[in-house]
């Protein structure tokens, strides 16, 4: 790695650092043979250019047999020995050049690399702080202990090294690879792609910075930009299954569940024995609702790699599309019991429960995930709506407001908290958390039908009107939205209006009993008691809201003259209601008309 990364040229600059050398250390020596070391040293930098590396090194030996000490010739059979890979000569020369001419800056250096190459790295160390006092702000410096930063994990010491050799040299190709992979590995990825936009700017035929920007894009979520790293790279190095199933990932995060396929299918093509491109292929086919390619994606991928967890679950989620719960949680179980430890195992298995309103079994697999990765929003959200599901509506909310804790951008978590609010007859608290969601995002439009109904709960029927408007004009008109607005016009005794609501309801869901019910109690507040009774009667034929129905049919009866009727009614109020207000209500009418009712079992 670090052969290749050195600022400085060595044969070059030694070759005119070999002709302008005077005689260090050459009181009594004879000028000739001093000389004519220096000339072997020469000749060897010369036939090295010429690619002779062992005619190079034939002529460093012949000048040190000659003059043991001198400096040049050291220096060059060193960096030969490091260029070759043989480290431990190439130390040892570093190591006597030192011994003989401590103040060497660039043999620091040079000797830096070298304990590197074998992976001293206190060494490397200290060879570099030397260097650093002997000539301060040396860019190598910064440089080389920028890539000892690197490989030791310590990212945010490598930018800011890299940074110092890049404030004067801009365009320096590894301080700027250097700093983008430590950026990268501090998840810093758009300051990671900038330094990788010059790299590639500077060298668009740069495959190490084409293949890291495509990385830290895929990971920072521009699968577009990802994808445009990729065809590049494929056009300059050809196609690769690696890159078909990097290009399949990033079509599959971008919901193209078709393109991801047709990825992963030319990976197959290409390595037909590999069992996880199967797997991979198998997700989208889930995806695109062609579970049966997907379970025979899976039943490949499992000869090929047994007993894959991954694979298990897959197939478990192809089961549960099929509306195959036993044969899903069998998968689930067997994933398990190879991965005991995988929190998301657990999630799908207690997804897979709560679908079978086992929930008791759906909360101990979530309890156990949320154990095993305790941060994961989605675990506490589901577990919420199972508490929720099963009546426990202050554990849920509890699991809610986990869930928007750890993420207050959690929408989901949001409205599924504004629902146990409105259940628990919070309205206000409702209202003002859907409306962070749909501030937040247009995704739910069902946030409208839910806001209305917080609205409604507020007695503030014309804010409830247009958001059940809105709900109309996104998901369509529908008997339950309507019937809700029709409510908002009875409450604010706008009963004609009410009752167009009604009628359009009705139209649209002959059958929906509600909206008769409505409709008859709207023709009450007008007095139309004729016109009331068969819309109870209505009511009453399809079950709904049967105690309310006779009580407002037995109002309209007596107002219509039909007291033995009415009074019927009245008695099956207090016969059925389990309502203590509707009973005290039907009991007042008792009175008034001097009536005794009959006793209720």
Same mark, same amino acid.
């Given at each position: 790695?670090?052969?290749?990364?050195?600022?400085?040229?060595?044969?070059?600059?030694?070759?005119?650092?070999?002709?302008?050398?005077?005689?260090?250390?050459?009181?009594?020596?004879?000028?000739?043979?001093?000389?004519?070391?220096?000339?072997?040293?020469?000749?060897?930098?010369?036939?090295?250019?010429?690619?002779?590396?062992?005619?190079?090194?034939?002529?460093?030996?012949?000048?040190?047999?000659?003059?043991?000490?001198?400096?040049?010739?050291?220096?060059?059979?060193?960096?030969?020995?490091?260029?070759?890979?043989?480290?431990?000569?190439?130390?040892?020369?570093?190591?006597?050049?030192?011994?003989?001419?401590?103040?060497?800056?660039?043999?620091?250096?040079?000797?830096?690399?070298?304990?590197?190459?074998?992976?001293?790295?206190?060494?490397?160390?200290?060879?570099?702080?030397?260097?650093?006092?002997?000539?301060?702000?040396?860019?190598?410096?910064?440089?080389?202990?920028?890539?000892?930063?690197?490989? $030791?994990?310590?990212?945010?010491?490598?930018?800011?090294?890299?940074?110092? =050799?890049?404030?004067?040299?801009?365009?320096?190709?590894?301080?700027?690879?250097?700093?983008?992979?430590?950026?990268?590995?501090?998840?810093?990825?758009?300051?990671?792609?900038?330094?990788?936009?010059?790299?590639?700017?500077?060298?668009?035929?740069?495959?190490?910075?084409?293949?890291?920007?495509?990385?830290?894009?895929?990971?920072?979520?521009?699968?577009?930009?990802?994808?445009?790293?990729?065809?590049?790279?494929?056009?300059?190095?050809?196609?690769?299954?690696?890159?078909?199933?990097?290009?399949?990932?990033?079509?599959?995060?971008?919901?193209?569940?078709?393109?991801?396929?047709?990825?992963?299918?030319?990976?197959?093509?290409?390595?037909?024995?590999?069992?996880?491109?199967?797997?991979?292929?198998?997700?989208?086919?889930?995806?695109?609702?062609?579970?049966?390619?997907?379970?025979?994606?899976?039943?490949?991928?499992?000869?090929?790699?047994?007993?894959?967890?991954?694979?298990?679950?897959?197939?478990?989620?192809?089961?549960?599309?099929?509306?195959?719960?036993?044969?899903?949680?069998?998968?689930?179980?067997?994933?398990?019991?190879?991965?005991?430890?995988?929190?998301?195992?657990?999630?799908?298995?207690?997804?897979? &429960?709560?679908?079978?309103?086992?929930?008791?079994?759906?909360?101990?697999?979530?309890?156990? $995930?949320?154990?095993?990765?305790?941060?994961?929003?989605?675990?506490?959200?589901?577990?919420?709506?199972?508490?929720?599901?099963?009546?426990?509506?202050?554990?849920?909310?509890?699991?809610?407001?986990?869930?928007?804790?750890?993420?207050?951008? &959690?929408?989901?978590?949001?409205?599924?908290?504004?629902?146990? &609010?409105?259940?628990?007859?919070?309205?206000?608290?409702?209202?003002?958390?859907?409306?962070?969601?749909?501030?937040?995002?247009?995704?739910?439009?069902?946030?409208?039908?839910?806001?209305?109904?917080?609205?409604?709960?507020?007695?503030?029927?014309?804010?409830?009107?247009?958001?059940?408007?809105?709900?109309?004009? =996104?998901?369509?008109?529908?008997?339950?939205?309507?019937?809700?607005?029709?409510?908002?016009?009875?409450?604010?005794?706008?009963?004609?209006?009410?009752?167009? &609501?009604?009628?359009?309801?009705?139209?649209?869901?002959?059958?929906?009993?509600?909206?008769?019910?409505?409709?008859?109690?709207?023709?009450?507040?007008?007095?139309?008691?004729?016109?009331?009774?068969?819309?109870?009667?209505?009511?009453?034929?399809?079950?709904?809201?049967?105690?309310?129905?006779?009580?407002?049919?037995?109002?309209?009866?007596?107002?219509?003259?039909?007291?033995?009727?009415?009074?019927?009614?009245?008695?099956?109020?207090?016969?059925?209601?389990?309502?203590?207000?509707?009973?005290?209500?039907?009991?007042?009418?008792?009175?008034?008309?001097?009536?005794?009712?009959?006793?209720?079992?």
């Amino acid at each position: 790695m670090y052969k290749k990364t050195r600022l400085l040229t060595v044969i070059s600059t030694y070759l005119i650092f070999a002709m302008l050398l005077t005689l260090f250390g050459n009181v009594g020596r004879s000028v000739s043979p001093y000389k004519s070391a220096q000339k072997l040293s020469e000749q060897g930098n010369i036939v090295l250019t010429q690619e002779d590396p062992e005619k190079a090194l034939e002529f460093y030996n012949r000048a040190l047999e000659m003059i043991p000490t001198l400096k040049e010739a050291l220096l060059n059979r060193g960096n030969y020995f490091f260029n070759q890979g043989d480290f431990l000569n190439a130390l040892a020369d570093f190591n006597q050049i030192i011994q003989l001419y401590p103040d060497s800056a660039e043999v620091y250096l040079f000797r830096a690399q070298t304990y590197l190459s074998l992976t001293d790295v206190a060494s490397a160390q200290a060879d570099l702080k030397s260097l650093n006092k002997l000539q301060p702000d040396n860019l190598d410096y910064y440089l080389l202990s920028g890539q000892i930063a690197l490989q $030791s994990q310590q990212y945010s010491d490598a930018v800011s090294f890299f940074e110092k =050799v890049l404030q004067s040299m801009p365009d320096q190709a590894e301080a700027l690879m250097g700093k983008a992979e430590a950026n990268y590995r501090l998840k810093n990825y758009e300051p990671a792609i900038q330094a990788l936009n010059i790299a590639i700017k500077n060298d668009p035929q740069n495959l190490p910075a084409l293949q890291m920007r495509a990385q830290a894009n895929y990971d920072s979520g521009k699968y577009h930009e990802a994808l445009l790293d990729w065809d590049q790279i494929s056009y300059l190095s050809g196609e690769t299954t690696e890159l078909n199933v990097n290009r399949g990932k990033a079509f599959f995060n971008l919901s193209e569940y078709k393109k991801a396929a047709e990825s992963w299918s030319t990976a197959i093509s290409n390595d037909p024995e590999q069992g996880s491109l199967y797997a991979l292929r198998a997700k989208a086919m889930i995806q695109l609702d062609s579970i049966e390619d997907a379970m025979s994606d899976l039943e490949i991928a499992n000869r090929l790699t047994p007993d894959q967890p991954e694979v298990l679950a897959d197939l478990g989620l192809c089961y549960l599309r099929q509306n195959e719960i036993t044969n899903a949680l069998a998968a689930f179980d067997q994933a398990i019991d190879l991965d005991p430890e995988n929190p998301n195992l657990y999630f799908q298995r207690g997804n897979t &429960y709560r679908l079978q309103s086992n929930y008791s079994a759906a909360i101990e697999d979530y309890t156990e $995930s949320i154990q095993l990765n305790g941060i994961s929003v989605d675990v506490f959200n589901n577990r919420g709506i199972t508490y929720m599901d099963s009546g426990q509506y202050d554990l849920a909310q509890q699991d809610f407001q986990k869930a928007i804790t750890l993420n207050p951008q &959690y929408l989901l978590a949001l409205i599924n908290s504004s629902l146990i &609010y409105i259940q628990t007859n919070e309205p206000q608290k409702a209202t003002d958390q859907l409306t962070t969601v749909l501030k937040n995002s247009s995704d739910y439009p069902q946030v409208y039908d839910y806001r209305a109904q917080a609205y409604f709960l507020l007695k503030d029927f014309d804010l409830a009107i247009l958001d059940w408007k809105k709900f109309a004009e =996104v998901q369509g008109e529908n008997p339950i939205t309507l019937n809700w607005i029709g409510r908002c016009f009875i409450a604010k005794m706008q009963y004609q209006d009410a009752i167009d &609501y009604f009628d359009e309801a009705i139209r649209l869901d002959p059958v929906f009993g509600e909206a008769y019910y409505q409709k008859g109690l709207a023709n009450v507040q007008l007095k139309r008691y004729e016109e009331a009774i068969p819309l109870f009667d209505k009511a009453l034929d399809l079950g709904s809201n049967t105690d309310l129905s006779y009580f407002n049919r037995g109002v309209a009866r007596y107002n219509t003259g039909k007291k033995e009727s009415a009074i019927t009614d009245f008695q099956k109020v207090l016969d059925i209601s389990e309502n203590p207000e509707l009973i005290a209500a039907a009991q007042d009418v008792f009175s008034s008309l001097g009536i005794q009712p009959k006793e209720v079992d």
